[in-house]
């Protein structure tokens, strides 16, 4: 039996409404969802002096360039990837405590987690325990990042930062961009911030350009940061 077209029409207008309202819900609960830490990989209590990475997960898409991780001597880089703070270690010792602080976790949709530490003591590892696949892939591990973390002489020198600014390197797609934070007082006011947030940027190039980093060799994200003041 054929159908009429008012029918077929109004089986397509149902079908779509049903769609719109999946959307819609789809939405609504990704916004009630609370914007947190799922896990590490490895697990805190199982690092190794043979992890090179250490895996921070979100369960939200992150802001990479409102998303920072502290610098220490043993983290030689960081990268942010979808809802993933990948962090390279490096020179852990047996059963030394570290500590990894990310300041600041920015998701795609502006909510802000601060202040997150990983603490863990790395346990000495033992080549001999781990399959021949996965000593291959340590080994290839350990020769792309040490080479990368060398190469790269800004690395030497960020992240680091003033009462004026921050730098922070950023590891994308294998390459280090620089995310800079301009940082203005709770007291400047609009027709001030243009003339701040130029002479931070200029300070900012001539602190990498003292250590003879060229600043137009790298892809840099400005993010201009004021202050707020709080109740007394």
Same mark, same amino acid.
């Given at each position: 039996?054929?159908?009429?077209? $008012?029918?077929? =029409?109004?089986?397509? =207008? ?30 805190? !209590? /199982? &690092?190794?002096?043979?992890?090179? #990475? ?12 409102? #998303? ?7 983290? !030689? +880089?960081? /990268? ?6 990948? *962090?390279?270690? #490096?020179?852990?010792? !047996? ?6 602080? *990310?300041?600041?976790? #920015? ?13 863990? $003591? ?48 950023? !590891?994308?797609?294998? /390459? ?6 301009? =940082?203005?007082?709770?007291? &400047? ?7 701040? @947030? ?5 300070? +900012? ?14 892809? &840099?994200?400005?993010? @201009? ?8």
């Amino acid at each position: 039996m054929k159908l009429e077209p $008012t029918s077929r =029409l109004r089986q397509q =207008l149902i079908l779509l409404g049903v769609v719109l309202v999946l959307l819609v819900g789809g939405l609504l609960a990704w916004k009630l969802v609370p914007f947190r830490q799922t896990g590490t990989s490895p697990s805190l !209590s /199982k &690092v190794t002096t043979l992890d090179y #990475t250490l895996d921070i997960t979100f369960n939200h898409a992150l802001n990479s360039s409102k #998303t920072s991780v502290k610098k220490a001597d043993f983290i !030689s +880089a960081y /990268k942010v990837d979808g809802k993933k703070i990948s *962090v390279s270690l #490096t020179g852990l010792n !047996s059963n030394q405590k570290y500590t990894i602080t *990310v300041p600041e976790v #920015t998701d795609s949709g502006g909510r802000v987690l601060h202040n997150l530490t990983y603490t863990f $003591t790395a346990a000495p590892g033992n080549a001999e325990k781990i399959p021949k696949k996965e000593q291959n892939k340590l080994l290839d591990e350990q020769q792309k990042r040490i080479p990368a973390a060398a190469a790269d002489s800004v690395l030497k020198y960020v992240p680091y930062a003033t009462l004026d600014y921050r730098i922070d390197p950023v !590891s994308v797609d294998g /390459k280090i961009t620089l995310h800079i934070q301009l =940082l203005l007082a709770p007291d &400047v006011t609009p027709d001030q911030t243009d003339a701040l @947030v130029a002479k931070y940027k200029e300070q +900012a190039r001539v602190y990498l350009s003292g250590r003879g980093i060229d600043i137009n060799n790298y892809t &840099v994200n400005y993010e @201009v940061v004021q202050e707020t003041l709080t109740g007394r």
